[in-house]
Each structure stands twice: as C-alpha cells, then as structure tokens.
C-alpha cells in the first residue's frame, strides 16, 4: 500500500510514485514570502515536498493584494510568514513546516 496521500494521487499518475517518495523527504527553505515567495511556497507545498522553512518579517499591507498569495482584507496587518503557514498546513497537512517570522541576516545564514 503506499504511502503517498490521497490528495496528492494525481501528480503521483504524472511523476510516479518513486519521484513523489523522493519529494516527501526533501527540505525546501523559502525566504520573502512577497510577489514571488508566496506563490512558490504554496507550489512547493502543492509538489508534496515533505519539509518547508519558510521566513519572512513582513505584515501584509493592502497595497500587496494585486499580487501576493498571503495578501487578502482579511490578512492585513497580520504577519505574512503566519498567514503563510496557516494556508501552507492547509493544502498540505503533513507538511513540516517550520515558521520564522524573522528578517534574515547573514550572520543567521549557517544556522
């Protein structure tokens, strides 16, 4: 029986099962979760991968709402790497995410 969840059975019909078992055991880190972060940490989550960092500051400000995943009225002002992490766990529940809701500095990038 595999292992693959449910959810994730048609990309498992379009990568097989081998290439889904590798994706559930990688780790992808995901810095700004702005225009271009955001919509690759939600892909990344959609792919299956089976651990996610995600880091990001920022609050949602409504001028993001033309082009930001986490950007909504209903997310304004709330931190963009929670709003991230709430929709990251629910398109992919097994995710491994880890949250930083931190600016990154080099002295921080060999932690």
């Known amino acids: 029986m595999s292992q693959i969840p449910y959810w994730m059975s048609r990309t498992e ?26 919509i690759c940490a939600e892909m990344i989550a959609r792919s299956g991968v089976g651990k996610m960092t995600i880091v990001d500051a920022d609050t949602v400000d409504l001028s993001n709402c033309n082009r930001q995943i986490p950007a909504l009225h209903s997310t304004a002002g709330k931190g963009k790497a929670e709003v991230m992490a709430e929709r990251l766990r629910d398109i992919n529940p097994q995710l491994d995410l880890q949250v930083l809701p931190i600016y990154l500095k080099d002295e921080l990038t060999y932690e």
């Open 13 to 38: 019909l379009l990568l097989g099962e081998e290439t889904i078992s590798r994706l559930l055991d990688k780790h992808v880190l995901v810095v700004g979760l702005g225009g271009v972060g955001g």
